[in-house]
């Protein structure tokens, strides 16, 4: 493997997917000493999905931590929110083999501090990729003189006990729930946190296959959750609910098989938080709808707007000391749970919210889902800085918008807004548009989409 092949494994502590026979079992061992040596761990926590290649990758990742002295307990199977919980109740580092929602040819790691604390690239990530480096160039240092010690523990029993004891779904009325786990670790997870609630679970896709045989564990894709639409409606279920592949990740489908906006779940999640933490601080990030930093202000929080991107979100949470926060990608994140996400507990909130209730989930939603948005829409383009230029350029003629570049490029008018992101990986630029109504939302849609398809 090519020394420059490893800027792609792990960026921004986001997971960075790679080829198994490019992240081989000897870099792993590498990360696992590199990860060490810069975080001074005397102990860490390892946990790996249930891709073919990710028990392999564990085991050299603890061999290497071993070999510098630290102590290394392998959980074994487990999502990646189960990894936080264990950083944070063990008060370790950690790392995580997994790809997420990524197809299955590609592995990768997320990394924490102790305390589920984020491994960013200003916090040790690009360290550790650079000692990594040079040490598969020049070779590894000897062992420590006291290598550290292996051992196992099983987490599963307590992440469900902590998560149960932070939302209280014990007095709910009887739901029927479709959860899709895509063959990803929500089939680990969901038996033992749902396993006391009054909840008659349809399960789909539980069997843990890391090939993904039914479709990709990424419920972000609309084609990935038409099995779960439909099966929420020959069930007459509740309510749906879909995981991505490491689980840290939930989406949700209402009653009629409609996917409900992960804007409008953290809207709802907020409300409950701040209804828990009066005057609390809610982070969302800027492509977000309108209706959460609405919604937070009316329960009488304090929203902050952030760039996309967990490492950001993060950052916030711990330097406002926010309550929650949440993104439209469907990750949900909670002072309570060492300000990491969890898809878990965002789905717990929801079960209470609806098993409290008489009314349909459609019905609960609507008033935290306010507007009209496109969804997140991918171009090809060949200079994204030049063609987001173009689009700044049209729209700066017009005198009632705005603009900001917290994040790529937002455009504000008066019933609407748009924003234009460059991806950091592909040649492509992320548009999502909002307004106050379909209609004006299609227009704008359209208006920016010709610009940047020119």
């Known amino acids: 493997m090519a020394v420059a092949d490893l800027s792609q494994i792990v960026k921004a502590y986001d997971v960075r997917g790679v080829y198994p026979d490019q992240l081989d079992d000897r870099l792993a061992e590498l990360f696992g000493a590199a990860f060490v040596e810069v975080t001074g761990a005397g102990a860490i926590v390892i946990g790996h999905d249930m891709r073919p290649s990710s028990p392999g990758l564990a085991s050299s990742f603890a061999r290497g931590a071993v070999s510098r002295g630290a ?100 007095a709910i009325r009887p739901l029927k729930v479709v959860v899709d786990a895509g063959n990803g670790m929500g089939g680990h ?34 084609k990935n959750i038409v099995d779960l639409q439909a099966r929420v409606l020959a069930e007459g279920a509740d309510l749906g609910l879909a995981f991505d592949g490491d689980a840290d990740r939930c989406f949700v ?102 098993g409290g209730q008489r009314g349909p989930l459609s019905e609960l939603v609507a008033s935290y889902d306010r507007y009209a948005g496109s969804g997140e829409i991918n171009s090809t383009v060949d200079d994204q800085a030049a063609r987001t230029a173009a689009v700044r350029a049209s729209f700066a003629s017009r005198d009632d918008v705005t603009f900001d570049e917290l994040d790529g490029l937002t455009v504000t008018g008066a019933d609407w807004w748009f924003n234009l992101r460059p991806s950091n990986t592909e040649p492509l630029l992320r548009l999502n548009v909002e307004a106050r109504d379909a209609a004006t939302m299609e227009r704008v849609r359209d208006e920016a989409l010709a610009l940047i398809r020119t």
């Open 71 to 170: 102590d290394a307990t392998i959980i074994g199977l487990c999502s990646t929110d189960q990894l936080y919980f264990a950083s944070g109740d063990m008060d370790m580092p950690g790392a995580m083999f997994t790809a997420s929602h990524n197809p299955a040819q590609y592995n990768g790691i997320k990394m924490c501090r102790a305390g589920a604390a984020p491994v960013g690239q200003d916090t040790g990530l690009a360290e550790i990729r650079a000692l990594a480096e040079g040490w598969l160039t020049d070779g590894a240092p000897a062992s420590v003189t006291k290598p550290g010690h292996l051992g196992q523990r099983d987490t599963l029993t307590d992440y469900a006990a902590y998560l149960l004891s932070l939302v209280d779904v014990s």
């Open 189 to 222: 997870t969901v038996p033992t946190v749902f396993a006391d609630l009054p909840l008659d679970v349809v399960p789909m896709y539980f069997e843990l296959d890391g090939t993904f045989p039914n479709h990709e564990a990424n419920p972000l894709d609309p």
């Open 253 to 354: 489908v209402d009653e009629r098989g409609q996917g409900v906006s992960p804007s409008a779940i953290t809207a709802l999640v907020a409300a409950r938080e701040l209804a828990k933490y009066p005057g609390g601080t809610i982070i969302h990030n800027l492509i977000t709808s309108w209706s959460v930093p609405q919604v937070v202000r009316e329960h009488g929080g304090t929203p902050v707007r952030t760039r996309v991107g967990h490492s950001f979100i993060k950052q916030e949470m711990a330097r406002t000391g926010a309550v929650f926060g949440g993104e439209h990608s469907a990750h949900y994140y909670f002072r309570d749970f060492w300000n990491a996400d969890t898809g878990m507990l965002a789905a717990l909130h929801v079960l209470a919210a609806l």
